[in-house]
C-alpha cells in the first residue's frame, strides 16, 4: 500500500539522515569514553546546525541523527553547517568524516517519530553518501533553488528498500 501512495503523510516533510563513516571501526580502538566524548561533540555540532536552520531533531542513531525541516534548502543547509562543523572536531587524533542524505516526502508522523517509504528512501540515501558528501534524492533536488547549489551529476541508486527509479546526486553550496 505504501508503494501506491496510501497511509503517506499529509504534507512534505525534508528528511535529513547523517552518520559518521567508520565510526564502529574507530571506537573499537578508542574505547567507550573517548567514543562518548566524540558523540557528545558531534551531537552538539549537528544539533546546532539543525537548529539554526529551521530544523527538528526526530532522533540521535548511534553516531547519527534523523532529522525533518519544511524547506529542502535548509535541510541541505543544515547538512553543509554539520559537515564543516564536525570536520573542525578532532579526539584522540581523529576527526570523523560525516556523510548526509537529503530526501523530499511525505512520511506519517506517529507521536514524535516519522514512518514510512520516505523515511527508509532518506536512509538509503544518507547511506550511499561518502565521508564530507550530501546527497540530495531526485525530489529534493527538484525543489532546490538552482542558483544556490552546485549539483554533481544524476545517478541511479541501487538499494534495498529504494524504489528502481531513485536518482541521487552530491550537492554543494556555490
Known amino acids: 500500500s505504501e508503494a501506491q501512495q496510501r497511509r503517506r503523510g499529509a504534507s512534505d516533510t525534508v528528511i535529513l539522515f547523517t552518520d559518521l563513516v567508520g565510526f564502529s571501526s574507530w571506537a573499537l ?19 546546532a546546525a539543525i537548529s539554526a536552520h529551521g530544523g527538528s531533531l526526530v532522533k540521535r542513531l548511534g553516531d547519527g541523527a534523523m532529522a525533518v525541516f519544511r524547506v529542502p534548502e535548509e535541510a541541505v543547509r543544515a547538512a553543509l553547517q554539520a559537515q564543516l562543523d564536525v570536520s573542525r572536531i578532532e579526539v584522540k587524533a581523529h576527526t570523523p568524516p560525516l556523510r548526509a542524505g537529503v530526501h523530499l516526502g511525505r512520511p506519517r508522523r506517529v507521536g514524535g517519530d516519522y514512518l514510512g517509504v520516505d523515511v527508509n528512501i ?51 553550496l556555490r
Open 122 to 172: 532518506a536512509a538509503r540515501v544518507g547511506e550511499a553518501a561518502k565521508g564530507g558528501e550530501v546527497l540530495v534524492s531526485g525530489s529534493a533536488r527538484e525543489a532546490l533553488q538552482p542558483g544556490a547549489f552546485k549539483f554533481g551529476r544524476n545517478r541511479r541508486l541501487s538499494a534495498t528498500g529504494a524504489p528502481r527509479d531513485l536518482s541521487v546526486c552530491r550537492v554543494a
Open 29 to 47: 580502538d578508542a574505547g567507550d569514553e573517548t567514543a562518548l566524548e566524540l558523540l557528545r561533540r558531534v551531537a552538539a555540532a549537528e544539533d
